[in-house]
C-alpha cells in the first residue's frame, strides 16, 4: 500500500507559489496575454430582447467597418431568443473600436416576445412560457421518509420560516475567453479554461474536426468557480472568426457579459418547519423549494429541473422528513456550477432554521448542533471553534447587546461529499542526465496553486527543494487530467505525482545502479543517465487521497440599528483537511472561500428588471462584492489528519459562511432577516422601521 | 467611445468658449469618460479644465470655508485643517470609491456626476432621461438606487423613493444638466447645515436617510451633501 511520509520537509509546510514572481511581474501569460502573429479582437452581439423571435441578422454593413476582418452568426439568421444577452454574432477586427462600431451596424429584426423574469411570476399557470413545449414550472417531486405530520404533533416545539439565497454570479476576476488560431495544421485554443480537455473535445464536436487537430492551452488562469468547463460559445464563435477571417482572434467576454450568460447560482426559495423532542433532538422537518437555473434546457422540458435543487435535510440525520422541490424557468442565463453547488443555500437554510428552534426552545446554538450532528469530525470543529472563537464569552440571548450597533454571534456548519481523487489522472516526468527534472500533466492550475502542490510533492519524495522541479500543465498535449471541478484536482494530482516519482525513483536507481537516488544522491544518479533522459508515466493510484470533507464556521457582526449597516467584525473556520499538502495555498483557498460567503451573506445579487427583462447590476459598480475595506479578520484551524490523505478543500471553505452571518445578525438584532443578501433595507424592515415591501 | 477632440483651458472664458454646444468638460474623468464609453455621452470636445486658475484651493475665512470645485477628494482627506474642524467630511471623503479615484476625483465632478440610475446607466434601456418615454426607475427596480428622502431635486436623480416606500414622482424627471446651478446649490445649502458637519454623527444621520435604498456605502452621497452644504462650489463651470 501506497503511504504518505510521516516526517515531511515540504508537505504540510507552507511553500510559496512557484509562479507568485511570475504572476506579481506581469511576466505570466493569460488568454487575453497571448500575442498571436496579427491576431485580431473579437466581440460578440448579444440579444437586447430578453424573448425575441430574431427573423433576420444582415452582418454586411457590419463588414464595411474598416478594421473588420470577420463576422459570424452564432446559431443562424433566424432563431428564438429566450434571454437578454444571448448570442447572435460575432465580429473580429483590428481593433476594439472597430468591433464595437460593427456589432452597431449589425442590423437584427426582431419580433418581441412576452417574457418573464421573476421565479414568482413564471410559476403562475398564465405567465409567459420560456419553452413553447413545456410549462415553466412543473409539480415538485417529493421524497419522503418516516411519519412527518404525526411526527410534527409529537414535537415539543417547532418553527416554520421562509429562507431564500438570491442568483449569485461567478465574477471570476479573468473573463471567460479564449485566443484562437485555426490554421491550416489546426486549432490552438488559448482559453481561460477549468477543462482543457472538456474544451479540446468540445470544440473538436463543434468544429467538426478531429480531438487530435485541437490543441488547448491554459497556462495561467484567474479564477473559474465551477463557470468555466467545456467549449462555450465564446469558444467556438473565436475559432469560427479566426478561420474566416485567416488570423487568430482574442474574444475575451467583458465584464458585462459575464453577468448575462455565462453561469450563475440557482436561487432557492425554502419553505422550512422543523420540530425537536424537548431535548433538542430534532424528529422532523419539512421543506418546500424552488429556486431558477434560468431558461435551463429544452431537454429538462421546461422548468431547468435539477439546477436548483439542494441538499436537504442536509446536514442532519432527521428520522422523519419531507423534501419537495422544483425549479422554475425564467427568461434568464442559465446555471452553472458554482463553488460547492447546492451547498451554501443548503447550510444558510437549515442552519437558519435551526438556529430559531434553538432560541425558541432557549437552547444554545452550538449545543443544539452537537445534539444532532452525526458526524463525529464536526461535532469536535464545534468544540474547537467555541474555545478559539470564546463562544462562551460572547454569546448572548438574541437582541440583548445594549446600544444603537448591536453585536451578535453565529455558527454553522457544512459538508462537501466530493473531492476524492481521479483516476483517469495522468501525468509524466522527464529526468536529464544534468539533474533537472519536468513533471507534465494535462491538467490546469485556476489560481488555486495546482503547480504549486505538484512541485510540493515531488520535492518531498525526491527529497529535492520545490524551486528544482519544473512543472508543466495546462496543455492538451501533456498526458490527459480531469477537469478542475469539485475540490478534485488537489487529490488527483498528488497521487499521480506519488505514483511518477516512486517509478521515477526505480528507473533512476537502477540505472545508475544507487540504492538511494534522492536528495543529495540525486546528481550523481542522474550523471550517470546517459544521453537520453528518462520519461516515466503515472497514473493516479488508490490510497492517498480521500473524501468528503467537513467545516464549521463562527462569525461576529456588529449592526447598525438606525442604518441597518452590517459589518463583519470577525469569522473564524474550522476545517478538516485530510493531509494538508501547501498550508500557503490552503490557508488561500479558506479566505477566499469565506470572503466568497460573506459577500453571498451581505452583498452580492444578480437583480433582473422585470419591466425590461435586462440584468440591471451588470457590472462592479452595482453588484456588490465584498472590498478589501470589508473583510474582517479571518482565523482559520485547520486540521491536518494525514491517516485521510488528500482531500479537496476549495469548496467547503464557502459552504457555511453565509449561515453563520445571518445567524450573527439574528443574534445581534433579535429578529431573523431570513432573505440574502442581508441589505441594511432588510435589517430595518426586520426590526419594523421601514414597511417590508420597500426592501 | 466616439473620437473626440481634446483642449486644455487656462481661463475660465477659454473654457466655456471652447466647450460650446457639444464640448464636455473634462477633470477628474471619473463619470465621464464612463458615459462615453457607454455612449451615454458623446462629447465632440473635451475641454480639460485642471489648469483653470484658483479652483483647487481650500481656504477657510470668517463665515466659513471654500471648496474650490478642482479639489481632488483626496485633498479633502489629508487636509489637516479639515480633518480638525470637519472630522464628518474627511470621513465621508474617506469613504468615497478607492484612493485611486479618491486621488483625480474633484468636488466639482462629484456634485456634478450624471445619474447613477441603473436605468440611466444601462446600455439597452432607453429612458425618460435617454429621449424615451418612460422613468423606469419610478416603478422599476429602485430599491438601490442612490435618492436621499430630503434631498433629491438637488442631485440629478429622477426618482424619489420617500418614507412610505411607494416610488413616488421626483421632482426632476426631466434632465437635471438644463438646470441653473444656482437653484441646486441653494436647494441643498438647506438640508445640511454646518453644524451638522461637525457632528460625529453625521454618517448615520445620512445613512437613516439613504437607508431603503441598500447602498450598502452610500459614500458618494456624504461627500455630496457635505460638499454642497458647506457651498463649496464657489466658481467656475463645473458641469457639462
Known amino acids: ?121 413564471a410559476k403562475k399557470s398564465d405567465a409567459p412560457r420560456v419553452w413553447q413545449n413545456g410549462s415553466n414550472y412543473n409539480e415538485p417531486k417529493a421524497k419522503e421518509k418516516g411519519e412527518v405530520d404525526s411526527a410534527f404533533s409529537k414535537c415539543a416545539s417547532v418553527i416554520e420560516g ?144 435539477g439546477g436548483a435543487d439542494i441538499p436537504a435535510p442536509y446536514l442532519y440525520k432527521i428520522p422523519n422528513s419531507r423534501v419537495k422541490q422544483a425549479a422554475v424557468a425564467v427568461n434568464a442565463g442559465s446555471a452553472r456550477a458554482f463553488r460547492a453547488p447546492g451547498n451554501p ?12 428552534l434553538a432560541v425558541k426552545m432557549g437552547m444554545d446554538p452550538v449545543e443544539i448542533r452537537l445534539k444532532n450532528d452525526p458526524v463525529e469530525i464536526r461535532r469536535r470543529e464545534y468544540a474547537i471553534g467555541v474555545e478559539k472563537f470564546g463562544w462562551k464569552e460572547k454569546y448572548r440571548k438574541p437582541g440583548s447587546s445594549p446600544g444603537v450597533v448591536k453585536t451578535g454571534v453565529g455558527c454553522a456548519g457544512g459538508a462537501w461529499g466530493w473531492g476524492a481523487g481521479a483516476r483517469e489522472t495522468h501525468g509524466e516526468a522527464q529526468i536529464n542526465s544534468d539533474g533537472s527534472i519536468e513533471f507534465r500533466l494535462g491538467v490546469q492550475d485556476l489560481g488555486t496553486g495546482t503547480k504549486t502542490v505538484i512541485a510540493v510533492v515531488a520535492a518531498e519524495l525526491l527529497r529535492l527543494k520545490p524551486e528544482q522541479i519544473n512543472v508543466k500543465v495546462g496543455d492538451t498535449r501533456f498526458p490527459p487530467g480531469p477537469g478542475s471541478g469539485g475540490s478534485t484536482t488537489c487529490p488527483s494530482i498528488s497521487p499521480t505525482v506519488y505514483d511518477i516519482c516512486t517509478k521515477a525513483l526505480a528507473q533512476l536507481q537502477e540505472k545508475s545502479g544507487l540504492p538511494d537516488a534522492r536528495g543529495k544522491h540525486w546528481f550523481a544518479a542522474c550523471k550517470k543517465i546517459g544521453i537520453n533522459p528518462i520519461v516515466v508515466h503515472g497514473q493516479w493510484i488508490e490510497g492517498l487521497s480521500s473524501f468528503p470533507a467537513y467545516g464549521v464556521q463562527f462569525a461576529e457582526v456588529a449592526v447598525d440599528t438606525e442604518t441597518g449597516l452590517v459589518t463583519v467584525v470577525k469569522m473564524l473556520g474550522v476545517h478538516d483537511c485530510g493531509l494538508i499538502v501547501n498550508k500557503l495555498t490552503l490557508e488561500s483557498q479558506i479566505n477566499g472561500g469565506m470572503i466568497m460567503g460573506m459577500g453571498y451573506a451581505l452583498y452580492e445579487e444578480r437583480v433582473m428588471d422585470d419591466l425590461s427583462g435586462v440584468v440591471l447590476n451588470p457590472n462592479f459598480e452595482t453588484y456588490k462584492l465584498p472590498g478589501i475595506a470589508d473583510v474582517p479578520e479571518i482565523e482559520m484551524v485547520l486540521l491536518n489528519m494525514p491517516e485521510r490523505g488528500v482531500i479537496g478543500i476549495g469548496e467547503p471553505a464557502t459552504v457555511p459562511t453565509a449561515g453563520a452571518i445571518a445567524n450573527a445578525v439574528a443574534n445581534a438584532i433579535g429578529v431573523r432577516v431570513s432573505s440574502l443578501p442581508i441589505t441594511p433595507a432588510k435589517v430595518l424592515a426586520a426590526l419594523g422601521k421601514i414597511p417590508a415591501h420597500t426592501t | 467611445m466616439k473620437a473626440f477632440q481634446y483642449a486644455t483651458a487656462y481661463s475660465t472664458e477659454s473654457a466655456c468658449q471652447l466647450v460650446r454646444d457639444n464640448g464636455a468638460y473634462l477633470a477628474g474623468g471619473n463619470d465621464l469618460l464612463g458615459l462615453m464609453k457607454e455612449y451615454l455621452a458623446s462629447p465632440g470636445m ?25 479639489v481632488t477628494i483626496a485633498a479633502i482627506e489629508h487636509d489637516p485643517h479639515i480633518t480638525k474642524a470637519l472630522p464628518g467630511l474627511r470621513e465621508a471623503a474617506l469613504g468615497i470609491a478607492s484612493a485611486q479615484i479618491r486621488n483625480v476625483a474633484t468636488v466639482g465632478g462629484n456634485l456634478a456626476q450624471h445619474s447613477r440610475c441603473w436605468y440611466f446607466r444601462h446600455r439597452d434601456i432607453r429612458c425618460l432621461k435617454k429621449h424615451g418615454e418612460t422613468c423606469y426607475a419610478r416603478i422599476g427596480e429602485n430599491r438601490y438606487h442612490s435618492t436621499m428622502g430630503i434631498l433629491v431635486g438637488t442631485h440629478d436623480t429622477s426618482l424619489q423613493r420617500n418614507r412610505s416606500g411607494r416610488g413616488t414622482a421626483g421632482p426632476c424627471p426631466t434632465d437635471e444638466a438644463h438646470r441653473p446651478l444656482p437653484e441646486r446649490r441653494s436647494c441643498v445649502s438647506r438640508y445640511a447645515s454646518a453644524r451638522t458637519l461637525q457632528k460625529r454623527s453625521l454618517r448615520r444621520f445620512l445613512q437613516v436617510e439613504s437607508s431603503h435604498l441598500l447602498c450598502h456605502r452610500p459614500a458618494k452621497l456624504l461627500a455630496y451633501v457635505q460638499a454642497v452644504s458647506r457651498y463649496l462650489i464657489c466658481q467656475g463651470p463645473v458641469c457639462y
Not at chain 1, 345 to 356: K, N, R, T, V
Request: proline share 4%.
Open chain 1, 162 to 305: 421562509s429562507y431564500s439565497t438570491p442568483i449569485q454570479l461567478h465574477h471570476s476576476m479573468e473573463t471567460h475567453g479564449n485566443t484562437i488560431s485555426w490554421t491550416d495544421e489546426g486549432v490552438t485554443a488559448w482559453s481561460s479554461t477549468q477543462g482543457i480537455s472538456s474544451v479540446r473535445d468540445g470544440l473538436a464536436g463543434a468544429l467538426k474536426l478531429e480531438r487530435s487537430k485541437v490543441r488547448v492551452i491554459t497556462e495561467f488562469m484567474g479564477g473559474g468557480f465551477g463557470g468555466k468547463f467545456g467549449a462555450g460559445v465564446e469558444c467556438v464563435l473565436a475559432a469560427k472568426l479566426s478561420k474566416e477571417a485567416g488570423a487568430p482572434v482574442r474574444l475575451m467576454l467583458t465584464r458585462f457579459d459575464e453577468s448575462l450568460a455565462v453561469g450563475n447560482r440557482p436561487s432557492s426559495f425554502q419553505k422550512i418547519k422543523l420540530g425537536a423532542a424537548p431535548d433538542g433532538t430534532l424528529l422532523a422537518f419539512e421543506m418546500e423549494n424552488y429556486g431558477t437555473a434560468g431558461i435551463g434546457a429544452e431537454s429538462d422540458g421546461g422548468g431547468g429541473r
Open chain 1, 345 to 356: 443555500p443548503a447550510s444558510f437554510g437549515i442552519e437558519s432554521a435551526l438556529d430559531d
Open chain 2, 46 to 70: 473635451l475641454v480639460n479644465i485642471k489648469a483653470l486658475p484658483g479652483l483647487n484651493k481650500i481656504e477657510q475665512h470668517a463665515k466659513g470655508w471654500n471648496i474650490g470645485a478642482l
Open chain 1, 1 to 121: 500500500m501506497p503511504k504518505w511520509p510521516t516526517e515531511t520537509k515540504y508537505i504540510s509546510h507552507s511553500t510559496q507559489r512557484v509562479d507568485g514572481a511570475a504572476k506579481a511581474t506581469g511576466r505570466a501569460r493569460y488568454s487575453s496575454d497571448i500575442q498571436a502573429n496579427n491576431w485580431l479582437y473579437g466581440m460578440i452581439l448579444r440579444s437586447k430582447w430578453p424573448a425575441a423571435k430574431i427573423t433576420n441578422i444582415n452582418l454586411e454593413k457590419a463588414l464595411k467597418i474598416p478594421g473588420i476582418k470577420a463576422a459570424v452568426l452564432a446559431r443562424g439568421p433566424s432563431l428564438t431568443v429566450r434571454y437578454y444577452g444571448e448570442e447572435l454574432a460575432a465580429v473580429a477586427g483590428t481593433s476594439k473600436q472597430a468591433c464595437l462600431d460593427a456589432l452597431k451596424a449589425i442590423e437584427v429584426t426582431a419580433e418581441p416576445l412576452p417574457f418573464v423574469v421573476r421565479e414568482e411570476d
